[in-house]
């Protein structure tokens, strides 16, 4: 059970997406370059993205649900800690283990399959481009839009978009938690009647469909 | 999804604007006269009336630090006052409501009516303690009207305390909460062999299982009971929609289905106050006319009850 409204979240995103202007341009700017990591593999990108989302992640737990949410939900503080964890995950396996999705050193995107890449590419291009102007589209007034790094529903679907594009049993470990928020994030969505999150269940399973199928190609 | 209760219609509105205009039926005209003429049952362990509506904060208080939307709320209180409230009803799970009521008994000043009543939600004995210090500040009150243990967590330990807290004045009454329906059996044992000024549950014209122990109980070990919940969190407006009012509305006063509604909680015998949530100022307005005029009689109760399935 939810126990605030619609109009008291949106006044809540709102207020913190203003407080933290200009941020969104730069998460922006740093979630393209992910991409591009993503589309074009770097030696260190690895390291560099995990970095990117371990900070997105302890960034939205701390920021978002901590310090924001948990005045009006008593879960908040669950879920921020939750967040935190993540990104400590991210931070621990990518960044000091440099290992986001299996062997030391290998390279977003160039070790899955294609198609994995595909899937994945597409994944966090939606959260990071499409999510934004599409709440916008379907009702949410500006500065109340979901921003990667920022808030959690985009944060978890950029995120699993880049772990399907990688390879190795880590993924399922650091997929774990954006699946769950990709699910849990709809069913907010639908009680509060946030038409623009309803892809959330829909990318959180597409991603593990996605994990399941290619994790079964050799690595 | 949110539910979402109707607009008033203009009449009602113009009715709910007191003193500016003079409505058809008495209700109306009894709320425009002021508090003075407003409903009250008796707190049974006690003697002391308090009016029988009241007022829950359940997610609609529950606005944070917007300035705007606390402003909203004060608004909602304010004309809850005027019509003569008494009960305000939170929790610390409740978010920001807390403060939020604060925000707002600091603005209009506290008022003479105003029953506080709010619960311990923790598991520990000693961090409960904690929570209700921080309540008080919260609401800015020395003290609450009434302190309740929500949906009976931790209730043997928290019972303790609120004795204690009775007893050295830090709590008029103390009570013990249930909603949603859920674990009457175990607040039927504790109402039968612990000693509470109120009950808390949810009952409303279709959710009516209480009616069959909670509520005769209640009656006869001298229990208040606060009802929750009277519009099943909105979703009763929902299934009544846009269906007219039934001409048998006039014989009890009622102008709107909020009033329907809840006089046909307060028309049973054991309840002594409801606490509709809103947060809209013409929908406090409907459900402060509910403490107006005539109750329905057994007879008409059925009427109701068959009306609302009907629909």
Known sequence: MILYEREVYLSLLARYNEALWPAQLLALLLGLLALGLLWRPRRGGDRLVAALLAVAWIWVGAGFFLRQMASIDYAAPLFGWLFVLQGLLLAWRGLLAGRLGG?????????ASPAATRIGLGLAAFALLAMPPLAWLLGQPWPALPVFGLTPGATAVFTLGLLVAARGRARW????????WCLLGGFLAWELAL???YPLPLAGLLGLAALFLTGRRPA | MTQERPEPTRRALLAGLAGLALPAVPGARALAAGPASVATRPIPASGERIPVIGMGTSRTF??????????ARTEVLRVFFEAGGGMIDSSPMYGSSEAVIGYGLERLGMQET????????IRSQAE??????????LWGLPRFDLMQIHNLVSWERHLETLRRDKAEGRARYIGITTSHGRRHR?????M?????DFVQLSYNVLDREVERRLLPLAAERGIAVIVNRPFRRGALFERIGDAPLPGWAAEVDCENWAQILLKFILSHPAVTCAIPATRQVAHMRENMGAQIGRMPDESLRKRMAAAVEAL
Do not use: H, Y
């Open chain 1, 173 to 180: 470990l650091l997929a774990a938690v954006p699946i769950a």
């Open chain 2, 62 to 71: 529950n606005v944070g630090d917007d300035p705007g939307l606390r402003d």
């Open chain 1, 103 to 111: 062997k030391p050193g290998c390279k977003l995107g160039g070790s």
């Open chain 2, 128 to 137: 409960g303690v904690e929570q209700m210090a921080e309540s008080r500040r």
């Open chain 2, 186 to 190: 175990e607040l039927e044992e504790i």
């Open chain 2, 114 to 121: 105003l029953f506080s009543a709010t619960k311990v939600w």
């Open chain 1, 195 to 197: 038409p623009a999150a």
């Open chain 2, 192 to 196: 039968a062999r612990e000693p509470l």
